[in-house]
């Protein structure tokens, strides 16, 4: 039914425009909406349609940061691929690290520490096991508060208060705090906005920006 077919994209959708959306959350979502098509009772034609939709869109994806934004959530990592892809090899995903790092930085080169951490990271090795990473703790406050898990706030405790390299070990942690910090739609924004104009009104059309802020 029209109904069932749509139900997938509506759900996507719900949570594509949250204001909590992530980029880790958008390729995520594809890959819910293509596993669910490519196995769904449909009409072929529908399924090539919305296949072949759903590919194209991923090809103009900037692909290395959406695959980055999944491996630096630590609740994941590299168990979301396919295990016969080069995706859940280390030495894959450390090439995309590295060539995505080279755009960030201007075509500097991470040294060894950033790469090793890297891998270290991938095989939850020493610093990076779940129990280093303080990762039931998270779990629970975020079950407590019944707001998902931002691995964003995980990756800036991890981050000493004077750290400023942008490689080695305390790179990597920033450079994943830069990835995570990229927001995939206007929602927080326009809440923002919003907010701004219900405080900001023609009764208080003198109070400053500053002041609107910290209202808000």
Known sequence: SIR???????????????????????LLLLGYLYHHHKYAQIDDRIQRTILDSLEKRWKKADR???VLAIVFNPYIRKKAFNKSSRLSAVAGLRNIAVRTFKRFYQDEEPNLEFRSS????????GKWTNTEMDLNYFR?????????????DIWRELLPESAADCNGLVGLMRFAIRILSMV????GSE???????AVHTKARNRMGAQKTRKIV
Do not use: M
């Open 4 to 26: 069932n077919l749509l139900k997938p994209f509506a759900i996507a959708t719900n949570a594509a425009q949250a204001d909590n959306c992530r980029l880790d959350t958008v």
């Open 64 to 66: 290395d940061v959406f």
């Open 118 to 125: 890297f891998s270290d990271y991938l095989n939850e090795i």
């Open 140 to 152: 629970e406050q975020a079950a407590k508060e019944n707001k998902p898990i931002n691995p964003l």
């Open 184 to 187: 995939p739609n206007s929602a």
């Open 191 to 197: 809440q923002i906005f919003s907010r701004f104009g």
